[in-house]
């Protein structure tokens, strides 16, 4: 039985098998990939899972189509996912920008490395969090989730799939090799299929039905194909209908609604964890792998009489920009240590507003920082 | 209906061939996904009451790929371009072919880009004249028959846009044909490639297609290169019984089943 198939308890395994069984438990029954280090474990384990449990897994022959099939099983009704790392990433942007065009949920999975190009292929890297958000050309906003532990990329691989299906966007999880390669234990409970996020079916008859025709929370309800809908979708500018219109407003209104989507359901989709924040006057800001180091570093601090705290970014894009500008009025400074010469910590500034200083702690990539560098910086703020 | 495409274009032709294969077939068109790429043939995905796609450039055969993956009752059609699916999408073309993936890739060839006003292309005869290769086209085209044939296709044809009861029939039967079938359909292209290789005129082409066009049904695809102003060899060229994907996949999945969960 299939349903049995699904593994609940406590298990010691990777970030990236922890991926894959989240996905398993999130619904996700399709999943199309290419081998790449480090993100390969997540396909070698999908396609041992997905036939055990009724879906399907294919290597395609690039990440191009990859993410093409993924987008193409989801309009078939399926929970799909694809994962890769930096190289591969690039190669989805055209895709990407498709289903977000389409209003396609999917997941996609980059487990970052060294870079830029082929860069550090079996070493830690945090340098896609831009092209996370921008990489595909145009206006769009996008949900991308940044887990620091197998624990968490379990957890988040199942609120990636609920966020892309109430939002119809691709979901993004943001992990780096450091994650996807440290086996830690992992609690996976029982995930009813009940307490799972399932697109919008349509309501109305395939006459009356309008594929881009938005909900009060700017979505439209989704019809797949095969069920005598028989709808159209175009990457073109397009209007309600879903046919291609080539005007100004036409694009006014499907850009705007694209974005404010996201943007008006923020305090539904961002997501963080302040630790210590209550009392601190510097305040460390990381994501992903990072974000535990600067835990131990932030504990330091406190040793000293140094009052630190430390934001978990949880969802990075959308932003949590009123989060930073919050804290900003409150904190002497903003430590930002990142795998990269300065991406997000280019957003902190930004919400700051000048009210607190930001600092940067780089790092290019190849080993995660150590918390001795990110302690130095607080003390020396 | 009002339509995109230019006076003396072939495509138009071609999708009512499709659309009068769907009724031949006799296959539920509720069950049909029609998937295009980018470029003037694209646009037919715009212009037909079936569920339908109109995707990336190059990328309408992944798509479709996960939409038959994750729902092998669909029933497939990938109408495109030469330039779409044979050279921005080459990979994915001869990928599927070798999967041998239940679907039917309708190919509009017209020997150039025609919607970014008459480019070189992957199919452009050696020494015709686009606004790329103003002096001729250098390069071998694409024998896409022969490409296909060699990449595992169950089904292949090749028809013109003269050949319309002939092109109907082979779409019909290449839709329901289980595994990968091919139809290369030649196509005028009066505005832009023509007007640049003394086909001005559609209907300059379609004497062309008259005067060139031999049938050889059952032909070795080797011997079906398109030279400039050469004969064209038509006609149904491969129709041969593979298992699909859909039935390799199921043999090898039924594997997973009982086995332990890691």
């Known amino acids: ?381 | 209906m009002p339509h995109i495409w230019c006076p003396g274009c072939g495509i138009g032709l071609v999708a009512d061939c499709f659309l009068r294969a769907i009724d031949r077939s006799g296959i539920d068109p509720d069950k049909i996904s029609l998937v295009s790429g980018i470029g003037c043939t694209g646009r037919v995905a715009g212009y037909v009451k079936l569920d339908s796609f109109h995707t990336t450039h190059g990328r309408a055969i992944p798509f479709a790929t996960g939409l038959k993956l994750a729902n092998s009752e669909l029933n497939i059609v990938v109408f495109s371009g030469d330039g779409d699916l044979a050279a921005i999408g080459g990979n994915h073309l001869i990928h599927a072919a070798r999967r041998n993936i239940d679907m039917t890739v309708i190919c509009v060839n017209n020997f150039n880009y025609g919607m970014t006003g008459s480019q070189v292309g992957p199919t452009t005869p050696f020494g015709a004249r686009t606004t790329t290769s103003r002096y001729g086209c250098f390069e071998a085209p694409f024998n896409l028959p022969y490409l296909l044939s060699a990449s595992g296709a169950s089904y292949i044809a090749r028809w013109t846009a003269i050949h319309l009861r002939q092109l109907e029939k082979a779409i019909a039967e290449a839709m329901i044909k289980p595994g990968f079938s091919f139809i290369e359909a030649i196509s005028p292209c009066p505005p832009v490639y023509g007007r640049m290789n003394k086909e001005p005129q559609g209907l300059d082409s379609m004497h062309y297609y008259q005067e060139k066009s031999v049938v050889i049904n059952g032909a070795d695809p080797k011997d079906a290169d398109i030279e400039l102003n050469g004969p064209i060899v038509v006609g149904k060229f491969v129709d041969r019984e593979c298992p699909t994907l859909w039935d390799r996949l199921h043999q090898v999945a039924s594997r997973a089943k009982g086995k332990r969960k890691t």
């Open chain 1, 1 to 381: 039985m299939a349903e049995n198939q699904i593994m609940v308890g406590e298990y010691f395994m990777s970030g990236d098998v922890a991926c894959a069984e989240g996905a398993i438990s999130a619904g996700c029954r399709f999943f199309a990939g290419y081998p790449i280090t480090p993100a390969t474990e997540i396909a070698e384990q999908m396609s041992v899972r997905l036939p055990q449990v009724d879906g399907v897994f294919i290597q395609m022959e690039d990440e191009l189509a990859s993410m093409g099939a993924v987008l193409g099983a989801s309009w078939a009704g399926t929970k799909a996912m694809t994962a890769t790392s930096g190289p591969g990433f690039s190669l989805m942007m055209e895709n990407l920008g498709l289903g977000i065009m389409l209003e396609t949920p999917c997941v996609l999975v980059n487990i970052q490395r060294g870079d830029p190009s082929t860069g550090l292929p079996t070493m830690v890297g945090q340098g896609d969090m831009m092209q996370a958000r921008w990489g595909s050309h145009g206006s769009y906003e996008i949900i991308a989730l940044a887990p620091s532990s197998p624990q968490e990329i379990f957890d988040l691989t199942i609120v990636a799939f609920n966020l892309s299906e109430k939002y119809r966007v691709p979901v993004i999880i943001m992990s780096d090799e450091a994650v996807g390669h440290m086996s830690e234990k992992v609690v996976m409970p029982y995930v009813a299929p009940k307490s799972l996020t399932n697109r919008q079916r349509p309501r109305v008859s395939p006459e009356q039905y309008l594929p881009y025709e938005p909900d009060a929370n700017l979505i439209p309800p989704m019809a797949v194909a095969g069920e005598g809908y028989r709808f159209h979708v175009t990457g073109l500018t397009h209007d309600e209908r879903g046919y291609p219109v080539m005007t100004a407003e036409a694009q006014d209104r499907l850009v705007r609604r694209l974005v404010d989507k996201i943007q008006l359901n923020k305090s539904d989709i961002i997501r963080y964890k302040e630790t210590q924040t209550e009392d601190a006057d510097i305040i460390v800001c990381a994501y992903g792998i990072t974000a535990r180091i600067a835990q131990m570093a932030v504990k330091m601090a406190r040793e000293k009489g140094i009052r630190a705290g430390l934001l978990q970014l949880i969802t990075v894009w959308p932003f949590a920009e009123e989060k930073i500008r919050e804290l900003s009025s409150q904190v002497r400074a903003f430590i930002v240590p990142e795998i990269n010469y300065g991406q997000i910590v280019l957003e902190v500034e930004r919400c700051a507003g000048g009210r607190a200083r930001t600092v940067l702690v780089p790092n290019m990539g190849g080993e995660v920082h150590s918390p001795e560098t990110i302690l130095e910086a607080i003390q020396e703020v």
